[in-house]
């Protein structure tokens, strides 16, 4: 089955505890982005990549961290958590093949809480 | 500056009403413009997306948008409402020149039996 994944789904911390949030795919897809979910704010893109070892900021990358090493992962990661990092985040991947139009496969959501 | 809006927080109707979400635009160029869905506790699900041709596009459970570049909307559409539309509907839109997608706020739908 095609899909996005991403671990942890739910996560608990605390201030200044270094955490990643890991997305993989399955569908050889060149470009993959991470978002926030915000209440009111609707979904923003925090970084994306358009293939391996290409990354790239997105509308707000301020405290966040990305890796493209391979095709298929993505990892986001936060050094150093803080509350207003508190969110849902989204992972989502796309092919380049013209005619798409960079339609996204978003994975399920990860809630994270920083204390 | 480029953005996407969606003027309503959230709609009403009642099932089997045809019902209308809004979506408005602001970019440069000709832009590539998508609907998603989102269900409680679920990821985005792609319903459907105008790149060119047609102003009127169809896609997945039976919705379709218009394109109307003179107004700069391409607002989702359903002949019949079902209560399991009830669900947040984001308008995204990737300005021509970019990689990137920019997304309206969200439009919460609630079906009404």
């Known amino acids: 089955e095609a899909q996005v994944t991403q671990n942890p789904r739910y996560l608990i911390t605390v201030t200044g505890k270094k955490l990643t949030v890991t997305c993989s795919q399955n569908m050889n897809h060149e470009y993959m982005s991470w978002y926030r979910q915000d209440p009111g704010l609707g979904l923003r893109q925090i970084y994306y990549s358009m293939n391996v070892e290409v990354t790239d900021k997105g509308d707000v990358p301020e405290g966040y961290k990305v890796s493209r090493k391979e095709k298929r992962n993505f990892p986001l990661i936060l050094e150093s958590p803080s509350p207003n990092q508190t969110s849902l985040y989204f992972c989502?991947?796309?092919?380049?093949?013209?005619?798409?139009?960079?339609?996204?496969?978003f994975g399920p959501g990860t809630r994270l809480l920083v204390l | 500056a480029q953005s996407v809006a969606q003027p309503e927080d959230q709609v009403n109707v009642a099932e089997g009403n045809p019902l209308t979400v809004k979506c408005t635009y602001s970019v440069s160029g000709n832009p590539y413009l998508f609907w998603y869905v989102q269900y409680p506790n679920r990821g985005l699900q792609f319903l459907l997306k105008y790149i060119t041709g047609d102003n009127l596009v169809k896609g997945s459970y039976g919705f379709e948008a218009e394109f109307n570049k003179s107004q700069t909307s391409f607002h989702l559409k359903k002949p019949s409402a079902l209560v399991s539309d009830s669900a947040l509907y984001f308008c995204?839109?990737?300005?021509?020149?970019?990689?990137?997608?920019?997304f309206g706020t969200g439009t919460r739908l609630q079906v009404f039996p």
């Open positions: 995204a839109v990737r300005p021509e020149t970019t990689d990137k997608l920019i």
């Open positions: 989502a991947s796309s092919s380049l093949l013209a005619g798409g139009g960079l339609t996204q496969y």
